[in-house]
């Protein structure tokens, strides 16, 4: 049994490996990683047949690694210790790659085991995940970990690796192969960015058409258009990429419009990326709700595990709620400029240091100019505010939160200019 014509074509060379031009492009991080030989451990993030796995492959053949590869919907534990006890072994010489797919299947124990094997550096792992690494791998191996981000293959470059699959089984099966105008394209189309798909689809067309009296295997648009998998165009049916959509999804919602909102979800659901939905609305609530409808986050949280409870279909009813809820609510995005100003301060190493009257302790050194902390209790206060420094020197008279032009900011504004315009006269 032969295996199929996408693992026959695996690349041998990194620029054979098509798409990932942000990734695999000269001079590109990941790029230099691999060509320096100093692998870390990775996450790769991103829909299926993309260049994940071969990428993986391809590392440990340059590395000279030997190269173990185990499933998360399959593995146990025993699994990865029969790997640690591997290194022992021939193989283990310049040490294993560990190529885990699916990672997220594996729960929080599985994952600390595997923690355990490639804290020592000896284990090198190459963990892909088509869900978002951030909700579903474990924070301790993250944080030992590059996540890297792959993207749909576009389709040009889908058609290359299409011309270059019939090409293939054209020296393969030692016949000519006549494939007619457009259906190289339409394959490359209807795959959606996966390249496996695209791959196995032109072998399956080759071998569907069958031979011809002069001995040429004819490829009709009609055979590959009833053999191609719809399914894959979920994300891209007219052309929209994975990430175009999920841009759309939460800019609708910003801009208010809870039509387009509701259908850029219908398109994500379409394709099965609950998470994905999640986590942009629940973004969006925050960051474009925020402090004009704060009661807007718990809401939204609230139907987002609601969704996640309940999976899909039924998921898609309260993330419509949530979705159309956050499409009309007022808009403000002060906090989220708020935080943003501070943590450029904090970046520029301006904001050191405390106040004196705001720190943790009683006791003053020798060398302080100003003995006692003087900390203002406010709530000893009329209002239960009186004026005193917050903010480090550095920066003590920036300002970071300006109110929103939206009734809940400006009641809290007009609270405050009261009471502190009042005492500071």
Known sequence: ?????????????????????HLLDKGRPLRNIIESGNIPNMVFY??????????????????NRALRKLNGTTASTADIKQIFDDLNGFDGINGILLYLDEIQYFNKKQQQTLLEYI???SITLIASTTENPYFYVYGAILSRSTV????????????????????????EYGKAIEVEEGAAEYI???????????????????????????????????????????SAVRYDREGDEHYDLL?????????????????????????????????RLM???????????????PIVKAAVDAAMMVGLPEARIPLADAVILVAQSPKSNSAYNAVDAAMADVEAGKAGGFPRQLQNKHFDGADAKVKGQFYKYPHDFPDHWTEQ?????????????????????QAYKAYWDRIKGRKEK
């Open 188 to 230: 490359s189309y209807a795959c959606g960015g996966d390249v496996r798909k695209a791959i196995n689809a032109v072998e399956l067309s080759v071998d569907a058409s069958g031979y011809t009296t002069d001995d040429v295997i004819r490829v009709s648009l009609d055979t590959v258009s009833q053999l191609t998998q719809k």
């Open 389 to 409: 420094q917050y903010l480090p020197d550095g920066v003590k008279d920036a300002v970071y939160y300006v109110p929103g032009e939206n009734k809940n900011e």
């Open 148 to 171: 890297f981000e792959f993207k749909p293959v576009g389709r040009e470059d889908v058609l290359y690796a299409v011309r270059r699959a019939y090409s293939a089984i054209e020296k």
């Open 46 to 63: 991103g829909p299926s047949g993309v260049g994940k796995t071969t990428l993986a492959s391809y590392i440990a053949k340059q590395t």
């Open 283 to 297: 973004v969006c609530a925050c960051e474009d709700g925020g402090l004009a409808n704060p009661q807007i986050i």
């Open 247 to 279: 841009s759309a999804f939460q800019k609708s919602m910003r801009g208010s419009d809870p039509d387009a909102a509701v259908l850029y979800l219908a398109r994500i659901l379409a394709a099965n990326d609950l998470p994905s939905a999640c986590r």
């Open 1 to 21: 049994m032969r295996s199929p014509l996408a693992d026959r074509l695996r690349p041998v060379s990194i620029e054979e490996i098509v798409g990932q031009h």
């Open 119 to 121: 804290e020592n550096g």
